[in-house]
């Protein structure tokens, strides 16, 4: 290992676990560099995991569409929302205990390799478990609160409100697992998901990791689930969180590092606390930001001062590169 591959991000961790939907894809099509930095890592000998709370695909159905875009993978390699849950639930419920679900086959398939039937009326469920998948109707979550209210037990394979797509965010599972907790006045009995660690903890034992970085697009789900299981975290602005929502993140979502996109493996590993080349001055109680550099970086310094204050203020530009900068990450 070269001297400046000893000093980039990415040289001070032995596994580094991806999010998918936002880093390396958006829905089916390749994030520009995903491919090149994910052979870069096989070519340093550096392992990589996958772990997503989309519970429609199979790990073999991941890998091989990680494959198909330029990113060879193993099904062993992918951790799933769908897989971690019949796991989960296989361990809580004996064998035979009937299940009602709600989402794609692929978690259907996993309910089923875990020893439980699955059921279609509300009334035989003693289990429902509810995970996203584009067919699901108001019917079933009727069928689903019928049964909850009826004593079944309540759980969810994530939480996430949204999924990307190459036309904006769209209501992910998290939107009707809210509109079922409207319904019944409570929230599911266990999320399974992220930011629960149980993804991120599971793809590190396996490879028996001691430093892994979690790389992922979003703060509530991603880089919140890398601190509850005390790793570190790169977020990247290619998917759902947005230079906004990070300025206001509490502490539990505010990754270690931030980068542009998965380039910033590659780079000098500058965690947000360090002194950036930018500087931003309190100006009669606006913040306006000077410099010049990466915009990466001015995003960078902006956290400090945001953080230090626990509030966001608005945000001025003083000259080209600064307003720049703010266009760029859409504060202006």
Not at 298 to 313: F, T
Request: glycine share 10%; aromatic share 4%.
């Amino acid at each position: 290992m070269s001297d400046a591959q000893a000093d980039d991000l990415v040289g001070h961790y032995d596994l580094v676990i991806f999010d998918l939907d936002g880093v390396l894809y958006l829905v089916d099509q390749i994030i520009p560099g995903a491919a090149e930095a994910c052979a870069a890592l096989r070519e340093r000998g550096i392992p990589s995991a996958y772990a997503t709370n989309n519970a429609s695909r199979l790990p073999g159905d991941v890998a091989a569409l990680l494959t198909r875009i330029g990113i060879p993978a193993e099904p062993r390699e992918v951790v799933t929302s769908a897989h971690a849950t019949a796991l989960l639930m296989a361990e809580r419920f004996a064998p035979g205990t009937p299940v009602l679900i709600l989402g794609a086959p692929a978690l259907r398939e996993e309910v089923v390799g875990a020893g439980l039937t699955p059921v279609t009326e509300a009334e035989e469920a003693r289990v429902v478990v509810q995970g996203y998948g584009p067919d699901v109707r108001m019917r079933d979550l009727g069928d689903a609160a019928v049964a909850i209210r009826g004593g079944a037990a309540w759980i969810a394979t994530n939480a996430d409100k949204t999924l990307p797509s190459p036309r904006g965010p769209l209501p992910g599972n998290g939107s009707l697992v809210v509109a079922m907790a409207t319904a019944l006045g409570r929230q599911p009995d266990t999320i399974v998901g992220k930011p629960d660690p149980s993804l991120f903890l599971e793809a590190a034992r396996e490879r028996s990791a001691q430093r892994p970085l979690v790389v992922g697009d979003r703060l509530d789900t991603d880089i919140e689930g890398a601190y509850r299981a005390g790793m570190d975290s790169l977020l990247v602005l290619t998917g759902v969180s947005d230079a906004a929502e990070l300025l206001a993140a509490p502490v539990e979502r505010r990754p270690t590092f931030v980068a542009e996109d998965l380039g910033g493996l590659f780079e000098p590993a500058q965690a947000v606390s360090q002194g950036q080349s930018w500087r931003v001055e309190d100006r009669d109680g606006r913040w306006v930001l000077a410099g010049d550099g990466r915009r990466v970086e001015a995003l960078n310094a902006l956290c400090q001062v945001a953080w230090a204050a626990g509030e966001v203020r608005p945000i001025d530009g003083d000259g080209e590169a600064a307003d720049a900068a703010l266009k760029w990450l859409k504060l202006t």
